[in-house]
């Protein structure tokens, strides 16, 4: 079975700071890992996606993450948070090892990043 | 169409009642995905469509809820009598492929069980 941890609900951080949204995952073999944002009273968007190779991945918006097999972890990171960066984000995974038929992404619960002014 | 769309985008109904729920993915999109988001539970997967495969049921949370994809296009999702707790979001998304993960998600509908 696969699964994702987000341990924070919310994160707060003052607008030109670093941030950090956390992130763990379960899988048993290699995970596709992703970021996914949901800007209030708009749907999910697609954010970056770590699948192999580099891990420092880039994404929209000057965002990054970092995938740690060691440590299980997939943070999304940004250098200089913005207001209009406040929204709702979603880590998922899926296995690589998944079986015949079971193509499906396994969200966390979502953490909500408020930056303030 | 541009985007996925989903309707209708709010539904109140009582108990006991059915409702169906549409999603029309993107055009040339093969994969079709239902995901149930509530407050505090983050998003629940439900079903899951590629092309002419049989689809993964897995996330179904009883045989109250069905889906069915049309010609590989429009999907409806229905809850047969409805209870409050199915009181939720249901959002659609759709991808090229099972080999994409990159998901083009709708704006929802807002499921209200009274």
């Known amino acids: 079975a696969q699964s994702v941890a987000q341990p924070e609900d919310q994160v707060n951080v003052a607008e030109g700071n670093p941030l950090t949204v956390k992130c763990t995952y379960s899988v048993s073999g290699n995970p596709y890992l992703f970021w996914y944002v949901q800007y209030p009273n708009r749907g999910l968007q697609f954010l970056l996606k770590y699948i192999t190779g580099d891990n420092l991945v880039k994404g929209s918006y000057g965002f990054e993450a970092e995938f740690n097999k060691s440590q299980t972890s997939f943070h999304l990171k940004k250098p200089s948070a913005l207001v209009s960066d406040s929204a709702l984000y979603f880590c998922a995974v899926r296995d690589m090892m998944t079986g015949a038929g079971s193509y499906q992404l396994t969200f966390g619960k979502g953490t909500k990043l408020s930056v303030i002014p | 169409g541009a985007g996925v769309s989903q309707s209708p985008s709010n539904k109140v109904t009582e108990k006991g009642k059915d409702v169906e729920l549409r999603c029309d993915p993107i055009?040339?999109?093969?994969?079709l995905y239902w995901y149930r988001q509530s407050l505090g539970q983050g998003l629940e997967f439900l079903i899951y469509f590629q092309g002419n495969s049989a689809p993964d049921k897995s996330g179904l949370p009883s045989d109250r809820f069905s889906a069915e994809r049309t010609g590989g296009s429009v999907s409806t999702l229905t809850i047969q009598r409805t209870q409050q707790e199915d009181s939720a979001v249901y959002l659609c998304?759709?991808?090229?492929?099972?080999?994409?993960?990159?998901?083009?998600f709708g704006s929802g509908t807002q499921l209200s069980v009274l």
């Open positions: 998304a759709s991808s090229l492929g099972i080999y994409n993960e990159k998901l083009f």
């Open positions: 055009s040339g999109h093969t994969a």
